[in-house]
């Protein structure tokens, strides 16, 4: 990417947006434009080619039929793991997080290959399904705030060697694995069983992105009050006694 320019790809919106995950896309849009960024948002449909030149690409979450037409048609085209190849940074939610991983279950019982981006396996808990409020540590070599969000999913996710959790969680079910850790992450790709939509509740989150696409370490401050507020509104209410 250029100096003042981003761009953005939303992958699959018709279907891999089924909790509200597009809100991702409009919140790393907006705080990049907030830092003068000339953003390109690029909405691709899954008849469409995965462009490889995106900066940064976004996966929502999905029911399960949809969840596998995307890991096939995604595994077809290969270009998402052509644009990690080149250096672009992803960003992934619940079916999402799974089709990223090396394996999960369909909708038809049976094991689905991934794309490979993360050294996750998810396979269906047998247990009660992980719905509710999520608050999270997030693995302290990222240096963001406690996390919020919500989770709603049957898989547990396994992670292999490579993978780091992305966060912990203090309140939750997160990867469903009972160890605690909440998604996944490598250098450049990342996932999460949070909605809300995550960013939202935490644009930390959006501005981690950002600063490894820009390559920096640093953004210029933004306004931040009312995210601050939905965050705390947010944190209260997970937290209240029942």
């Given at each position: ?28 849009e ?57 250096g ?20 038809q ?10 050294d ?36 547990v ?86």
């Amino acid at each position: 990417m250029s100096d003042n320019s981003l761009r953005l790809v939303w992958v699959y919106p018709d279907l891999l947006s089924t909790y509200g995950d597009q809100g991702n896309a409009l919140v790393v849009e907006r705080r990049a434009r907030q830092r003068g960024l000339d953003v390109q948002r690029v909405d691709v449909r899954s008849d469409q080619p995965i462009p490889t030149s995106g900066d940064i690409y976004l996966i929502g979450g999905g029911e399960d039929r949809p969840q596998r037409l995307a890991a096939e048609r995604l595994l077809r085209d290969g270009g998402l793991e052509r644009a990690v190849s080149n250096g672009a940074i992803v960003f992934s939610v619940c079916a999402g997080y799974q089709i990223l991983g090396k394996e999960f279950v369909n909708d038809q019982g049976q094991r689905q290959e991934g794309l490979g981006l993360l050294d996750v396996v998810t396979v269906r808990g047998e247990g009660e399904r992980c719905v509710g409020d999520v608050l999270a540590d997030i693995d302290p070599r990222l240096n963001l705030p406690q996390l919020t969000g919500f989770e709603n999913h049957q898989g547990v996710t396994h992670l292999g060697p490579t993978a780091r959790p992305f966060a912990r969680v203090s309140m939750g079910r997160g990867n469903g694995t009972g160890d605690g850790t909440e998604g996944a992450y490598n250098d450049t790709v990342f996932g999460t069983y949070m909605h809300g939509p995550v960013m939202a509740r935490n644009p930390q989150i959006a501005d981690l992105l950002l600063k490894l696409a820009l390559d920096v370490n640093a953004l210029p401050a933004i306004d931040d009050r009312w995210y601050e507020a939905l965050r705390a509104e947010r944190i209260a209410a997970a937290t209240q006694p029942a």
